[in-house]
């Protein structure tokens, strides 16, 4: 099975802080993508890469960055921590074969309080 | 764009009763469907998936889905649930270039199982 590795569960960072989640998969995915998940809000996307060093804006990319140097690789970037980042950070990961989506594959989640 | 809707925020049913999950999308073309389930604490795990064929489609763990059309839903059911199956439920649309489709989840139905 496809593992998808999220480096940290939990994380507490100061407001103001350049913040690091880093997300890697095994199986060779060409499509990884950053959710931030809020009660009643259900998952929201934030950045998603089909390819190596390509990126795309997802709905809510707004205070984040990312960076995909390598391809099992997708790092989400906090430029400046604010309290309105405290959330789950999902990463998940996907494999389009011959034209048809078969779902994603998620992480566990990196849950992110900043104070 | 595309939206999906949940309408049960939270739903309740006793050990070996029927469940019956509500999903209604918004969509310009034939949609990609998915559910997926989420247990505390954890990341999200695919049930079952609809992309053409047959529109009732089996997934694990006893689950089965129909896609209905003519109604824009996608309906998650389960003909006897049991205490292991308290999660929270998502259903998802996948829209975008054929094969690299972005999901847009539905903010999601907590369910809880009563002995």
């Known amino acids: 099975d496809v593992k998808v590795t999220q480096s940290s569960r939990y994380l507490v960072k100061r407001t103001g802080e350049k913040v690091f989640l880093e997300c890697v998969q095994d199986m060779d995915h060409e499509n990884m993508f950053w959710y931030r998940q809020d009660p009643g809000l259900g998952l929201r996307l934030i950045y998603f890469?089909?390819?190596?060093?390509?990126?795309e804006k997802g709905d809510i990319p707004e205070g984040y960055s990312v960076s995909r140097e390598k391809k099992e690789r997708f790092s989400l970037i906090l430029e400046s921590a604010s309290t309105n980042q405290t959330s789950m950070y999902l990463c998940?990961?996907?494999?389009?074969?011959?034209?048809?989506?078969?779902?994603?594959?998620f992480g566990s989640g990196t849950r992110l309080t900043v104070v | 764009a595309q939206s999906v809707t949940q309408p049960d925020i939270h739903i309740t049913v006793s050990e070996g009763a029927s469940l019956e999950l509500r999903c209604n999308y918004s969509?310009?073309?034939?949609?990609?469907l998915f559910w997926y389930v989420q247990s505390p604490g954890q990341g999200l795990q695919l049930l079952l998936k609809y992309f053409s064929g047959d529109t009732l489609v089996q997934g694990i763990k006893g689950f089965e889905a129909e896609f209905k059309r003519s109604q824009s839903s996608f309906n998650l059911r389960k003909p006897s649930v049991h205490w292991s199956d308290a999660a929270e439920y998502f259903c998802a649309v996948g829209a975008g270039d054929f094969g690299n489709e972005k999901l847009t989840f539905g903010t999601g139905t907590r369910l809880t199982i009563i002995p």
């Open positions: 969509y310009g073309a034939t949609p990609y």
């Open positions: 998940a990961s996907s494999l389009p074969r011959q034209g048809i989506n078969y779902g994603y594959t």
């Open positions: 890469s089909y390819d190596v060093k390509m990126k």
